[in-house]
């Protein structure tokens, strides 16, 4: 059964500081990884999706990483800012025929002004 | 990208009743879903919602206490029925607007509080 771990389960730090975000899987069969970031109470807004033959996404000041051979994935977040506090999750599409992402549970950051 | 709308935002129900989640997409899709995220918790898949057919139902969780509509290809709905507090959760309904493989969107969920 897959199953997907994040790490940092909290994180905290100063605008401006570059971070990254963790994630690691333990069945390497999937389509793809995708990123989101839930901010309280709402949905979740996609952020980057990385293909399973692929090693990397970017999308402004955010990037993600994919090692699909060893179960890993970074988020890194350039020159963090107030807006960008929230909960990051991180979700694999399994790829043997299970239907649904499998989720980790998340990040929760909080950038300080 | 697609465009999911849920309704309602949020409720309050009282125990022992039922409620029903609509979700709305702007495009036809194949593959839609219906989440959990209990307080403080990640996401769980609920069931898939098939076109046509009976949802597939993930382990846990069972057709009676959460009956799921799928009218076409561009609305769903999911009941939670004689609620208890336990379910209190967000409920989200999610799409692969391409099928497998693709970017998954979801709509803003339902938060639902049971008393």
């Known amino acids: 059964k897959q199953e997907v771990t994040q790490i940092p389960a909290a994180l905290s730090v100063p605008e401006g500081e570059n971070l990254v975000l963790n994630c690691s899987f333990t069945d390497s069969a999937i389509y793809n990884l995708q990123w989101f970031r839930q901010d309280p109470g709402k949905g979740l807004t996609s952020l980057l999706l990385i293909q399973s033959s692929q090693r990397e996404q970017t999308s402004g000041r955010l990037n993600a990483s994919l090692d699909k051979s060893s179960g890993r994935s970074t988020l890194y977040i350039a020159a963090s800012q107030p807006g960008d506090s929230a909960t990051y999750l991180c979700a694999v599409e399994p790829g043997g025929g299970a239907d649904g992402l499998t989720f980790g549970k998340g990040t929760h950051l909080i950038i300080q002004p | 990208s697609a465009v999911i709308s849920q309704k309602p935002s949020r409720d309050i129900c009282q125990r022992g009743t039922s409620l029903t989640i609509q979700c709305q997409v702007d495009?036809?899709?194949?593959?839609m879903f219906w989440y959990r995220q209990q307080p403080g918790q990640s996401l769980t898949l609920i069931a898939t919602?098939?076109?046509?057919?009976?949802?597939?139902?993930e382990s846990g969780f069972v057709i009676d206490k959460f009956p799921i509509s799928r009218p076409n290809l561009t609305f769903s709905t999911l009941t939670v029925s004689n609620m208890s507090p336990e379910d209190s959760s967000i409920y989200l309904c999610s799409v692969l607007e391409g099928g497998r493989g693709t970017e998954a969107f979801f709509g803003q969920g339902t938060r639902l509080t049971v008393v």
């Open positions: 495009s036809q899709v194949t593959m």
């Open positions: 919602a098939n076109q046509g057919s009976e949802a597939t139902y």
